[in-house]
């Protein structure tokens, strides 16, 4: 049986081959363990797919040069006014912070607060993950695993919730009536983020959930991870932890490792074995992993390799606490800019908790 795992990117500036950086560390982690000391590393062992919907917000934000008055113009002309930010941007700001606003933050500001947006970005991941979908049942029978992480997670949440109501392109191959992905991976879920602003899905009971949460009819994957971390300031903002999903629902958090100082990084959370061995496990549809091994690897497994950063820690822990009590999505589009910064700024200060894993 075809085995496929898709990949999707959150926040940030992703071209074609982003996913590079997370299968190299998903084969990096699967190789502490014995049945990857020999034979075909973890990603040959399967296929893996690359999401990419970035160039929706590129395209846009690419006219506006980086001003503010720009931004401020088109987003009343989209029929939403963004006083907070238009008066934030405009206020003396280190470049580091608005540098992270125009390549990062201003990605979930875009999804969640314009629907145009949002039905362009849908539309375009449903239709690559039907294209997946379809291109691997045509060699037969296939078990699809997604992996998503930060505004990906939303992303697919929304896309998802499409492709599995409505037939696609008149195929009702993938609905969830007649067919179901394996698992969803969701890393620092934030399905919950400005959820006032997205009044067509709601999220504890859409078809995006696992089979012990409903019936086959109206579930769309037999298995549903969502990892989160103490301190990741955008899964705090807008937590996301549905408490009747069944057994098929597998919590994992709180998170406690610093590794590196975007505790947000994708690679961050793929970093702990308590993340990796079930996605490894779940993508591959067996227990090559065992628990022993697992618990094994968690015993040695430091919370924090950055000794002499302390005051680093600190910081960031601090600044993602202050995001926690974003008020609306401005607020937290302005939190998440400057707690890059902070992060970015602490990683520089102590190498220990630098990580090329800033934008996702």
Not at 49 to 76: C, H, M, P, Q
Not at 82 to 102: H, M, Q, Y
Not at 229 to 243: E, I
Not at 332 to 345: M, N, T, Y
Request: with cysteine; proline share 5%.
């Amino acid at each position: 049986m075809t085995k496929v795992l898709v990949v999707v990117h959150g926040m940030g500036e992703h071209a074609h081959g982003w996913s590079a950086d997370v299968v190299a560390k998903l084969d990096a982690v699967a190789a502490q363990y014995p049945a990857f000391k020999t034979g075909p590393r973890f990603s040959k062992r399967l296929t893996i797919e690359e999401i990419v919907y970035d160039d929706v917000f590129a395209n846009i934000v690419s006219t506006w040069n980086r001003d503010a008055g720009a931004l401020d113009a088109w987003a009343k002309g989209a029929g939403r006014s963004l006083p907070k930010l238009a008066s934030w941007l405009r206020s003396p700001l280190p470049a580091d912070t608005t540098g992270f606003f125009w390549t990062t933050a201003i990605d979930p500001l875009l999804y969640r607060g314009f629907h145009l947006v949002r039905d362009d970005v849908r539309a375009q991941v449903t239709k690559q993950v039907a294209d997946i979908a379809m291109r691997a049942m045509r060699a037969g029978a296939a078990e699809i695993s997604v992996l998503a992480h930060s505004l990906g997670t939303a992303v697919m949440h929304d896309s998802l919730d499409v492709l599995g109501r409505k037939p696609f392109e008149r195929n009702e191959a993938l609905t969830a009536a007649r067919w179901q992905f394996a698992n969803l991976f969701m890393l620092a879920d934030v399905c919950q983020l400005a959820r006032n602003l997205v009044a067509d899905i709601n999220y504890f009971d859409s078809i995006v959930r696992p089979t012990s949460a409903g019936s086959a009819n109206d579930t769309y994957c037999q298995f549903f991870l969502n990892a989160w971390h103490r301190f990741d300031p955008f899964v705090l903002m807008a937590p996301f932890r549905p408490v009747t999903w069944g057994d098929n629902y597998i919590p994992i958090g709180p998170l406690e490792h610093f590794h590196s100082a975007n505790v947000h990084g994708y690679t961050h959370y793929l970093d702990h074995p308590l993340v990796h061995v079930p996605i490894i496990n779940g993508a591959l549809g067996a227990p090559l992993i065992s628990d022993a091994e697992q618990a094994k690897v968690l015993a040695s497994y430091p919370v924090t390799q950055s000794v002499g950063c302390e005051t680093q820690i600190a910081a960031v822990i601090q600044k993602a606490k202050e995001l926690a009590n974003a008020a609306d999505l401005e607020e937290a589009v302005i939190g998440i800019s400057e707690f890059l910064a902070v992060a970015q700024r602490s990683a520089d200060a102590c190498k220990a908790l630098a990580s090329k894993d800033m934008f996702v």
